[in-house]
Structure formats: C-alpha cells, structure tokens
C-alpha cells in the first residue's frame, strides 16, 4: 500500500526558506512520480511541482519557479522540495502524492491524475511577518 508522510512545514518570514520532505513507503520510488500540491483556505488544491519516475524529469507551476528546487533520494525514498524567497502567497499546506500516470515521459500537475489512496495528510507552510 502506498503510504507518504509530509513533513518540515513551519512559519518562516517573507523571503525566508524551507524544505519539506516527503518520506515514502510500501512501494519503491522508482517506480512512481512524485508531486507536491499546495492548498489555502477556501481555495481548490494546486500543483506545485512533480517529479517524475525512472526519467527524472521535473516540472514546476509558474508561481514558483526559480524559487523551489524539487528533488528525490532514491536511497532514503524521499522527495524533497526546497522552498527559498517565500512569499506570503505561498502560505498553505503542502501534500505529496504519487502516480504512474506521465505524459511524454513528463509528471504532470493535475491532482486527479494521483493516487487517491497515495495522499500524505499534508504539512502546513505559513508564511508571514
């Protein structure tokens, strides 16, 4: 069964960073894509960032590009999601989950296309002054 666990939220000033991790287990990394969705108060769930299985490939949304670096160590079966600049728009909590779904090799950002049963129970990220 497909278990993730979120972790490294906090509240962190404006400009300030964090690294989330997302510590898999019950299945091998490899094998799947991992995402990272983001969600605020009275708003839907937004993809953040993927990466994807044997390729390696990443992909961000525009929103938070040049500012997070995702990243995976197959050895720990991690994923990591370095957050730096943080804005106060950012503020929300982050879930990860995982998909055998790609689209030309490519992990996607679409919620629906992830394991439901894969979702972690999220990490909140708030920042603010």
């Known amino acids: 069964q497909l278990r993730l666990v979120e972790s490294g939220g906090g509240l962190v000033q404006p400009g300030g960073s964090l690294r989330l991790s997302c510590a898999a287990s019950?299945?091998?990394?490899?094998?799947?894509?991992i995402g990272w969705f983001r969600q605020a108060p009275g708003k839907e769930r937004d993809g953040v960032s993927c990466i994807s299985n044997a390729y390696g490939s990443t992909n961000y949304a525009i929103s938070v590009k040049g500012r997070f670096t995702i990243a995976r160590d197959n050895a720990t079966n991690t994923v990591f999601l370095q957050m730096n600049s943080l804005k106060p728009e950012d503020t929300a909590i982050y879930y990860c989950?995982?998909?055998?779904?790609?689209?030309?090799?490519?992990?996607?950002?679409?919620?629906?296309?992830?394991?439901?049963?894969?979702w972690g129970q999220g990490t909140q990220v708030t920042v603010s002054s």
């Open positions: 989950a995982a998909t055998r779904f790609t689209l030309f090799r490519r992990c996607v950002l679409f919620p629906r296309r992830y394991d439901n049963d894969s």
């Open positions: 019950g299945f091998t990394l490899d094998d799947y894509s």
